[in-house]
């Protein structure tokens, strides 16, 4: 049984001391963890073989074997054994989400380093080609964004999510290269060898993530960012929205870096799309 769904006694099995002790273990667990048998008993206003009986119950051979198990329980994070009591209205569903992208991006704007995004769009921009690789979820897409705004700009570029094809190109790159990878948490090792192999080839490197993390540390380039995450863990990640628009200055300052490119690609673009698809130039460039 899985000690977490039988602490919240979702099957309605437990009797009524017992249900007294799971509400106590969950409320605090960290002194359950720490404390002896008699001590919880005490704490509980039961005996200690009632303790005893009620680890069995769920599925522990005894009491140490049921504080080892709730220890690997509390290692994800105890947000995830009490979570943040949800929103409940679409409306303060809809004012957590904003409000939580606005300080995500106001975080952001305060700790950008300016002067690396820079260098990192002069990268780009002089690059004969990019390979931006990602994988997981919101990392890949970031570089799958990566791609949609600088191809555009009269970039070569392909973005990957797929860490075996990662390694296969990073084994294969040829100069003139300029790799750029994400990570939101820095701790993609597969993302780390990349890097890794990059580095011996001499091939340029830039990576958004966190600052002093593995991923941060492989790469030539660091675009930091470190976002604080909320305890309602039924919410999206606001973190995205941080490196979205990190994303959208660096292709701006990509474009700005050679107008010129960019001008002829963005005209092409648009001079098809007015064509074949809009009939003025009102609409958005591309979907």
Known sequence: MDLFHGLSDEDGKLSGLEKKL??????????????????????????PPTVTRFCRRLGCQGYSDFKVQLARMTYVGLRYLKPEAPTATPEEVAEDIVTKAQNALFELHRQLDLVVLDKAA??????????AFGASGNSAMIVNE????LFRLGCRINASND???????????QPGTVVFGSSFTGRDLGLVHCLELLRQA??????????????AAAADVVIAIEMPEGKNIFRPTSTR???????????????????????????SIKEELVRHRDGDDRQLLGD
């Open 202 to 215: 001499a091939i340029p490197t830039i990576v958004i993530t966190q600052p002093n993390s593995p991923v």
């Open 122 to 131: 002069h990268l780009l921009r002089g690059a004969e080609f990019i390979q």
């Open 241 to 267: 929205y941080a490196y979205l628009a990190a994303i959208d200055i660096l292709a701006n300052l990509v474009a700005y870096a050679d107008r010129t490119t960019a001008i002829r690609a963005l005209r």
């Open 146 to 149: 990566l791609h949609n705004r």
């Open 22 to 47: 799971a509400r106590l273990v969950l409320d605090d667990v960290e002194f359950v963890v720490n404390s002896s048998i008699i001590e919880l008993a005490e704490r509980a206003g039961v005996s």
């Open 163 to 173: 860490h075996n094809m990662n390694i296969m190109m990073s084994a294969a790159v």
